[in-house]
């Protein structure tokens, strides 16, 4: 591991019990969490950011994706919602959580979605035109910008003129880069430091400005006196998985950034109860599906950068569709072939482009709280959301068939590799149970939703907890509904919004 900035402090710099104190305890370091301690350390406040993930520098990164998987990705990116399908979804546990290994897509929260939030959730202050000076805030920081036309693939460059030749809308993608290279790297952290994720964007100027870091260590609850919210308690992950010494950090604001899962289960963990008893529900996650296509020329999808392009000519519906690269191992792992077939079919790898679909959802799932404090999640998959799964692929599958695709292996167990367009008008009359649905995603929102009527949120409308003084909430959970585009943007210009908010008026806070 590269050297650690300065008043970043990791498992071995903890090596007995410590007690802390400062203004504000931010639990995670994700896009909510880098972007409130930047902006408090920024105003002055003395701020610390606990990470249960450990800390990488952009050298640390390698296209090793079994062994970046293993050291950044929650449960080694193998957690699950259960149902019917169940949903593999994606965390990362690392310093600058999964602003590290997301794609870097940053789009503004669509207007008519906060229109929405305006109107079912009575949140005030949040039009387009009130959140304006926060997207430009963000899109500043985290250098909101298009594609260098070098830095894309043949594998997208492919999809564009599939679409082009269809009459499909297609747009280039906004990505939170500096001059990407193109490295398709970003799911196992940026080589280059090109992503501007959080490690390199938010977190260094939380620091410059006195903010404190310690990364391995897991907040076991919040410290609450009386009603009022003063700190949090936990311990250091040792490098083998074991516990380590304790730590307890006082605070005079406790902000939880750890995501839609574990924002619930922490509050949970610590006997928090807001009255309207939606904590841990109304979790939504974007169902996500992948096609696997293999070409007669070779594409080398690996060589240039991850999803250059949407396709939102169906966004309306409630999908879209854009190329994504993944690593051997994982298409290896995620296909039925085995033996001899599966040795086959990869060897085909530079023939492949792997095209995928994101719906918004229509049905949302619920957390549960397992002994020992553990959240699982559960998400039944809802009728016209698979409906919508079977449709897209369709469609991209005709428009990879369109594109010179001769095999494509669609996301249905029991259902026969594609060959043909002929084929792909069968799937609609075959009968796709969603249970052999193969459904994944990386965007989970709404486990802890805001909004101005306390019997039907856990948050206010700047995300402070309902019945709960000095406690706040900065990530995805804080959604009332799902976004319908990559989630990070709005949960960056939403906690800029909120935190804001605090600093209009700090003693109503008491900081």
């Known amino acids: 591991m590269s050297n650690v900035p300065h008043n970043v402090f990791t498992r071995d710099c903890l090596r007995s019990d410590t007690t802390l104190d400062c203004d504000v305890v931010i639990v995670g370091s994700g896009a909510g969490g880098a972007t409130a301690a930047a902006e408090l350390a920024e105003a002055g406040y003395d701020v610390i950011v606990i990470e249960e993930g450990s800390y990488f520098s952009t050298a640390d990164f390698n296209a090793n994706a079994t062994d970046m998987v293993r050291k950044m990705y929650r449960g080694g990116g193998a957690t699950m919602a259960l149902g019917s399908p169940a949903v593999l979804y994606q965390e990362g546990s690392v310093v600058g959580g999964s602003t590290v290994i997301n794609g870097g897509m940053s789009w503004r929260t669509p207007e008519q979605i906060l229109d929405r939030w305006g109107r079912e959730a009575s949140i005030d202050h949040i039009t387009p035109a009130d959140m304006e000076p926060y997207f430009e805030r963000v899109e500043r920081r985290i250098n909101v910008r298009y594609q260098d036309p070098d ?57 410059h400005f006195g903010a404190r870091i ?68 109304n979790l939504s996650l974007h169902p996500n599906a992948k096609l696997v296509a ?35 191992s994982i298409i290896a792992m995620n296909t039925p072939q085995y033996g001899q077939d599966l040795g086959e079919l990869m060897s085909q790898y530079d023939h492949m482009i792997i095209a995928g679909l994101m719906v918004e959802d229509t049905t949302v799932g619920h957390l549960k709280m397992l002994p020992g404090g553990h959240p699982q999640a559960f998400y039944q998959l809802g009728d016209l959301d698979a409906e919508r799964i079977i449709r897209g692929t369709a469609l991209l599958a005709e428009l990879l068939f369109e594109m010179g ?74 959604f009332p509904t799902p976004v319908g585009v990559n989630p990070m943007e709005t949960i960056q210009a939403l906690t800029t919004r909120n935190i804001h908010h605090v600093l209009q008026s700090p003693r109503s806070y008491q900081l």
């Open 294 to 328: 293999i070409f007669d020329e070779p594409i080398r999808g690996w060589e240039g950068v991850h999803q250059a392009y949407q396709i939102r000519e169906f966004h309306d519906q409630g999908f879209l569709f854009a190329g994504v690269n993944v690593p051997p």
């Open 405 to 478: 695709a001769t095999r494509i292996l669609p996301p249905f167990a029991g259902v026969a590799d594609l060959h043909s367009v002929d084929d792909v008008r069968n799937l609609y009359r075959q009968k796709i149970p969603k249970s052999a649905m193969e459904v994944l995603t990386v965007h989970l929102m709404g486990s802890a939703c805001m909004g101005a009527d306390a019997s039907r949120s856990v948050t206010d409308m700047y995300g402070m907890v309902h019945d709960t003084q000095g406690l706040m909430v900065a990530d995805a959970s804080l």
């Open 214 to 281: 310690y990364s391995d260590v897991r907040v076991a609850k919040i410290i609450k006196n009386g009603n009022r919210a003063v700190g949090v308690k936990g311990h250091v992950t040792l490098a083998n998985g074991a516990r380590g010494p304790a730590i307890e950090v006082r605070a005079k604001l406790v902000i939880s950034s750890c995501g839609s899962v574990h924002t619930p289960a922490l509050l949970h963990r610590s006997g928090i109860r807001p009255s309207s008893g939606l904590l841990g529900q």
């Open 151 to 207: 830095s894309i693939g043949r594998d997208n460059a492919m999809l564009k003129e599939g679409a082009d030749k269809k009459g499909w809308k297609i747009i280039p993608n906004l990505r939170n880069q500096l001059h990407c290279t193109g490295s398709n790297n970003c799911a196992f952290g940026c080589p280059t430091g090109a992503k501007q994720s959080a490690l390199v964007s938010y977190l260094p100027r939380a620091l």
